[in-house]
């Protein structure tokens, strides 16, 4: 690759059912350099998340993506030019970046990658990264768990659903994860230590559900929506948690969702169903890395990193997370990692 190129992925129109193909183009441009007070960021790895489809589509928490510019994503790189007083060159940051070989940014969105001995820079796209944050956050600011309860995690086999349940297992709690297939739900109770595992693709899997919570469901980590949703509903306890991170069988849908039905569940059961951000929780990854990384070098936490390599390949690894292609956290590399 020339230094004198950057590719990126423009985004032309809003996708409609999954056709991201359609919509986004891989172009060749300048490289650009810093302005005054800004950083130019060469990646190395960058996140491919299912929030990234709703970015494509619509105004959320995030403005949606203009037509005719960058995708948005957040990487993991290095600063190669700065003309910003916290930030030299060398330094590996991570943040909100594009679908590009380089990004331009004033800083605020970027930070620096803290060195934790042992530990390889890709554990900050995962474990260590905004995939951790979400489900540690998430889990003990939302779901707030005690000891002896019992926890179900939808898409428990991604990228955060994979390290909800190990996190809970941490704290005394009895894990259950919902997976898309019978490999998936191996490694759930297999490596990760899940107390067990349903395949909602399976016929009955409803019924194994019921009975894999014998004691009912304390906590109900959301990823997934739809009928998922409705069945783990109708399993909560009174006092019940659900912390809502998100619903991806609905992000490419073109027609509203039907359900979930039954959500006056959680008035009969004094329930709790709360949205939350991982972005709000950036001023605390400080507190996350002070657990987390003693859970990692100690081998408390597994976590895996599906990697993929080229920025050309983008939008075929992109796909994998809404076919169930992938196993724990989806990225993709871009360029050779710096010396550390």
């Known amino acids: 690759m020339s230094t004198a190129i950057n590719r ?18 891989l172009r060749e441009a300048p490289v650009p350099d810093a302005g005054e007070g800004q950083i130019r960021v060469r990646s190395v790895y960058l996140s491919l998340d299912p929030t990234n489809a709703v970015w494509m589509q619509y105004d959320s928490y995030l403005p949606a993506v203009p037509l005719n510019t960058t995708m948005r994503g957040l990487v993991l ?36 990658v803290p060195n934790i001995p042992g530990l390889p820079l890709l554990a900050y796209m995962g474990p260590l990264g905004m995939t951790g944050a979400t489900a540690y956050f998430g889990l003990l600011d939302i779901g707030k768990p005690k000891e002896g309860e019992t926890v179900v995690v939808s898409a428990a086999a991604g990228a ?17 994860g919902i997976a898309g297939s019978a490999d998936k739900c191996n490694w759930l ?28 469901i304390d906590i109900y980590f959301e990823n997934v929506g739809g009928e998922i949703t409705e069945v783990a509903l109708s399993l909560l306890n009174v006092k019940g948690r659900i ?20 959500l006056s569940v959680l008035v009969s059961r004094r329930a709790r169903m709360e949205g939350f951000l991982v972005l709000d929780y950036a001023p605390r990854m400080a507190e996350m890395y002070a657990e987390m990384g003693p859970w990692l070098a100690a081998g ?14 983008t939008l075929t690894s992109f796909n994998k997370l809404f076919t169930g292609g992938n196993t724990g956290k989806l990225a993709v590399q871009i360029s050779d990692e710096p010396a550390r």
């Open 8 to 25: 990126h992925w423009l985004l032309l129109d809003r996708p409609k059912g999954g056709n991201f193909s359609e919509v986004l183009s």
């Open 77 to 112: 790189g290095v600063v190669d030019q700065s003309n910003h007083a916290k930030f030299k060159v060398g330094d590996i940051v991570t943040g909100m970046g594009s679908w590009a070989d380089y990004t331009v940014a004033d800083g605020s969105s970027f930070g620096r």
């Open 160 to 176: 955060v659903g994979s390290l909800v349940g190990q996190i809970a297992k941490l704290k005394g709690c009895r894990a259950v």
């Open 189 to 216: 109770t297999g490596e990760l230590g899940y107390d067990a595992a349903v395949n909602y693709k399976e016929k009955g899997w409803q019924k194994a559900l019921k009975n894999a919570v014998p004691d009912g």
């Open 243 to 262: 912390p809502f991170c998100g619903a991806i069988s609905q992000y490419n849908s073109t027609e509203p969702a039907p359900g979930p039905r039954n």
């Open 300 to 313: 408390q936490i597994k976590w895996k990193v599906e990697l993929d390599q080229g920025l050309e390949n």
